[in-house]
């Protein structure tokens, strides 16, 4: 059974459609992550899994129960948001064991709750504490506890880590995925981050407009971009969109880790820029009306203007539908019979 399901859910604020028409299944045990830019739905599709705020059409399930009208604390979830929401007056005892209070949990189990969410997140020296005398990663961790000890089976979490600095968000992804695991918790998490969604998640959620893009694991919303919005937002560089060959109905995609710069190139280019970050070299290019990159191992000193060829493999292709957007996958008698045809450069610098 699926812990959470979403069932042709829309949100709309006023004239404007936040989530239009948004259906996806979390399994039990799951780590989910809600992908997008800013404003594309993903925190409003959390809030109303949470019973923050209410669909204006579509059902919302956990384990099966239909939760769309009921309110938050009867949905039996946890939540996490990107502030951390402690109480500067509590010590980190207190501030854990607070929900449980508010709910008037038996008192008995308290402690025996609060000794066991500490030694999982090694908060254990630090209960006597108050918030002011934490880092950004202890408090990050306090809240987390706070979710934790309720004991749901869903924990939500709204880009808990976004205000940590980059090493300690890699440190805490690390975590954060260990502990659902050992936890068997289902987790919805929300990020516009993409390493965080490559990362940690088992299924990935891709939003755009409010509108669902993909809904795949990591391996495949990479490698088999469903539409050109997934294909250029995710991978660093984004993957690289130019005309294709003979054909203005498509567009052709090929991510910069699979071109080459090769003195028999298909593709006739001029270097724009060349960035070296240690393991490689992104060199981007113009070709034509086109720009194109090429992630190549080690360094390459390569100046503004230098005329190189590009290449690649043809299984390394992705063809899009320029009028839908979406990815095609009926070409390949089409397209073993049709080559790049970019001329010749007037002279190749390439080292």
Known sequence: MSAIALEHVSKHWASAVAVDDASFEAPSGSFVVLLGPSGC??????????????????????????????????????????????????????????????????ARDHERRLSRVADLLGLGKLLERKPAQLSGG???????????????????MDE???????????????????LQQKLGITMIYV???????????????????????????????????????????VGTPPMNIVAAPGRDDLRLGIRPEHVRIASDGRLAAV????????????????AGADSIAARVPGRHELAPGTRVRLDWDANAEHFFDVATGRRRDDLSSWRAGAPFNAGQPERNDTP
């Open 271 to 286: 270097v724009q820029s060349a960035e070296y970050f240690g393991a490689d070299t992104i060199v981007t290019c113009t």
């Open 138 to 156: 202890q408090q990050q961790r306090v809240a987390l506890g706070r979710a934790i000890i309720a004991e749901t089976s869903v924990c939500l």
């Open 41 to 106: 739905g993903k925190s409003t599709t959390l809030r109303m899994i949470a019973g923050l705020d209410t669909p204006a059409s579509g059902r919302i399930l956990i384990d099966g129960r239909d939760v769309t009208q009921l309110p938050p604390a009867r949905r039996r979830i946890a939540m996490v948001f990107q502030s951390y929401a402690l109480f500067p007056h509590l010590n980190v005892r207190e501030n854990i064991l607070f929900g449980l209070k508010v709910r008037r949990e038996p």
């Open 191 to 233: 990020t516009h981050d993409q390493t965080e969604a490559m990362s940690m998640a088992d299924q990935v959620v891709l939003l755009n407009a409010g509108r669902i893009e993909q809904d795949s694991t990591p391996a495949e919303l990479y490698a088999r971009p469903a539409t050109l919005f997934a294909a250029r937002f």
């Open 160 to 178: 808990p880590l976004s205000n940590l600095d980059a090493q300690l968000r890699q440190e805490m992804r690390r975590e954060l995925r260990a």
